[in-house]
Structure formats: C-alpha cells, structure tokens
T-cell receptor, first 111, second 114 residues
C-alpha cells in the first residue's frame, strides 16, 4: 500500500497546455515536498509546503497544500518541453529527515 | 560548489559478483541517504546515516546489502553477491541537518546485473 498516491502516472501533452498533477494520502503531514527528476539525473527539490491551504508559486508552477494537509497539487501553466520529467511528492517520516516518496508522475511535453 | 558525487555512474556486472557503490556527500552535511529507484517500485529509501551513524536500515532488502560511512565525506553501499533483481539506479543524497530538510541528490549509479 502506497502512503502517497500520485496521479496521473503518465501525462503527455503539447507545448502550451496547462496540467495538474496530484499527490494524495489518508495521512496528515506536517510538510510535503515536490521534486522534479530529469532523465539521467537525481531528483531536485522544487518546493516545500507546510501550512494547510498554502499556495506557492514558482514561475509557471503553482503548488497547493490541502487544507487538511493530506493532499497536494502541482499546476503547470503553459507547459514547455523543459518541464518534461518525473514529478515526485514526498513527506518526512517523523522528525528524522527520512523522506517517503510517491511513485511519481512522468510528464512529457511535446514541442 | 560540488554537489553530491557518486561513482561509478554505470556498472555492469555478472550475477554473483560483488558490487561497491561510492558516495561523497556535500561538505558540511550531517545526513546521508541511500535510495534505489526502479520502474516497478519507484524511489525507495534503503538506509540513512546521521553524523556517520546508521539511523534506519529498515529499507535494506536483505543481508546481501550493506552500507558504511567511515567518515563524514564518504559512504559505500555494497551488494554481495549481486543478483539480476538488484538492477536499478542507486542514488545517494545528503542534507544539512537531522530533521526534515532539503535533500540533495547525486546523479545516481545505474547498476545492471546480468
């Protein structure tokens, strides 16, 4: 059983389209992180959300943490080929720094 | 400033051979993590260290896997003997502190066991 469910698993869109990917759980988290992983590289942190209902923007990326701190979404506006990659959400288990990752959403943006 | 360094980047070996993966964390970081990534299981934490001490090795699949951190600037993950199902990309990551924090990942080692 996955603690974090990410959807969709795969997404292929044309350049310029908008998209939203989701990260859901039945557990409440003190914080949640989003990472992007490009082919052949390790994941890179995009954002950390901490407060229920929080919205953070990173250029064309908008991250939202659910009010109950059980879910999160990532919205990309006017997707670019450079957005192609694997998007992973992760939460910290306890206060140890140990991260538990979701399975990820693989995004392909076609020119 | 150098990031997390892993070697080798690619390793191809035959079943039964010993494999050693190496990691140099970012200088000054106190925590080091070893992950394995496969299509089927995603990114799984194998073990992590804090101040060179193993804190949680519950993700280590079996006794064939072992990890060491002899000093703050070096860690190894060893598989002996290796099996085809160990084929995966292995990542090392480090973070500055002990609590929830940004983890900085290395480029990974792609292991293929024939």
């Amino acid at each position: 059983t996955q603690l974090l469910e990410q959807s969709p698993q795969f997404l292929s869109i044309q350049e310029g389209e908008n998209l939203t990917v989701y990260c859901n759980s039945s557990s409440v988290f003190s914080s949640l992180q989003w990472y992007r992983q490009e082919p052949g590289e390790g994941p890179v942190l995009l954002v950390t959300v901490v407060t229920g209902g929080e919205v953070k923007k990173l250029k064309r990326l908008t991250f939202q943490f659910g009010d109950a701190r059980k879910d999160s979404s990532l919205h990309i506006t006017a997707a670019q080929p450079g957005d192609t990659g694997l998007y992973l959400c992760a939460f910290s288990s306890g206060n140890t720094g140990k991260l538990i990752f979701g399975q990820g959403t693989t995004l392909q943006v076609k020119p | 400033d150098a990031g997390v360094i892993q070697s080798p980047r690619h390793e191809v070996t035959e079943m039964g051979q010993e494999v050693t993966l190496r990691c140099k964390p970012i200088s000054g970081h106190n925590s080091l993590f070893w992950y394995r990534q496969t299509m089927m299981r995603g990114l799984e934490l194998l073990i992590y260290f804090n101040n060179n001490v193993p804190i949680d090795d519950s993700g280590m699949p079996e006794d064939r896997f072992s990890a060491k951190m002899p000093n703050a600037s070096f860690s190894t993950l060893k598989i002996q003997p290796s099996e085809p199902r160990d084929s995966a990309v292995y990542f090392c990551a480090s973070s500055p502190g002990q609590g929830p924090d940004t983890q900085y990942f290395g480029p990974g080692t792609r292991l293929t066991v024939l």
